[in-house]
């Protein structure tokens, strides 16, 4: 059973990366096609557009990767039904759940696999692409120094900043800083004209300090320079939050949901990417569940057959994600059921078809 086990785990890996390789690289063409106009525009080199499609590779594998999991099942368990396999190896009393073993250990490492890629490989290359874009192609803040204006932000302890203008060296101008109150109303504001990163803590020039008590009453006092003590973010910090969540690590999202939630903020989609981090780490393993009774039950339709119903599901669960995504972002359902619900129910029917194959 140890060479059945070897060799079908070998073709499925073998049609796998085929697979994954194939529509990856149509994916790719066809986005080529789509940013030609974008590329020449810009004089972007072709150094430049392949270092462009070296980043986009991780998010497109990400992507796909399901995809060519279900066909790859497709075509080695629908080889194995068609050329009448199936048929001896139950003959000779194995049972057609103990050869969905090797497709289910490799679902099972994919979940693994997509954490780990995920996190060490498809975020960080997000922001590398990012930055590329802005940087070599579009040629914006080509500077060391980047400056950004309008910045809303929001600290540890629920402290709400509003910055005019933001240094990468670590100087911020025309900023103020809130600290609300259980009621979300404010308790004291800071506002000050400029303040420099120095020694690991901030220094304020030409600072107000407004107090409030319960009834609204202002009091106010002014200093000409001031340590900031109670702003404990670094310029590091600060620039974190320019990247949107594709490009946030895990950690780092968990800790900016907790500091919006402080301060009463508005989190949902957040909160729905995070979880959706990990509910689409089972996609993979979902999936081959799915293909894996059904290739096994279409005797008539043959391999293509096959692989277009293995199309068809996998776009029917991308589109199930997405609804339930939105759902989530619009407060309908919790935003942790929003991520989970898509793997729950084709889980569900995954399971029951599994189980009922060998009848």
């Known amino acids: 059973m140890k060479v059945i086990d070897r060799h079908l785990l070998k073709e499925l890996v073998k049609f796998a990366v085929i697979a994954v390789a194939s529509v990856v690289v149509i994916y790719l063409l066809i986005d080529l096609f789509e940013e030609l106009s974008y590329f020449t525009g810009r004089k972007a080199g072709l150094g430049v557009i392949f270092l462009y499609y070296f980043y986009s590779l991780p998010s497109a594998i990400s992507l796909l990767y399901p995809v060519s999991m279900v066909l790859a099942v497709f075509m080695v368990y629908g080889q194995l039904t068609r050329n009448r396999e199936l048929h001896a190896l139950e003959s000779a009393g194995v049972s057609i759940l103990r050869l969905f073993v090797p497709a289910i250990g490799l679902g099972l490492a994919s979940v693994v696999l997509y954490l780990a890629a995920n996190e060490l490989v498809t975020v960080p290359f997000n922001a590398r692409l990012t930055d590329l874009r802005r940087l070599k192609i579009e040629r914006r803040q080509s500077s060391q120094v980047q400056r950004r204006s309008n910045l809303y932000f929001v600290g540890e302890e629920g402290r709400v900043f509003y910055i005019r203008e933001l240094s990468s060296d670590g100087v911020m101008k025309n900023f103020s800083v809130s600290e609300l109150g259980p009621d979300r109303k404010v308790k004291r504001r800071f506002d000050v004209g400029e303040a420099v990163w120095r020694n690991g803590a901030w220094y304020g020039r030409d600072v107000d300090v407004r107090t409030f008590d319960a009834l609204g009453n202002e009091a106010l006092e002014h200093d000409d320079s001031l340590k900031l003590d109670m702003i404990r973010e670094t310029p ?41 981090r990990f509910s ?80």
């Open 236 to 276: 590091a910090d600060f620039a974190s939050t320019s990247r949107p969540v594709e490009e946030t690590s895990t950690r780092a999202l968990r800790g900016h949901i907790g500091r919006m939630k402080r301060a009463g903020e508005n989190v949902a989609r957040e909160e729905v990417e995070y979880y959706y």
């Open 280 to 359: 689409y780490s089972l996609i993979g393993l979902v999936v081959v569940l799915l293909g894996l009774p059904l290739s096994v039950r279409l005797r008539r339709g043959g391999v293509m057959f096959g692989l277009g119903l293995g199309l068809l599901l996998s776009f029917l669960y991308w589109g199930a994600i997405q609804t339930s995504r939105a759902f989530g972002t619009s407060h309908v359902i919790s935003t942790a059921l929003s991520a989970w619900l898509p793997n729950i129910v084709f889980g569900a029917v995954a399971l029951v078809l599994v189980l009922n194959a060998d009848r």
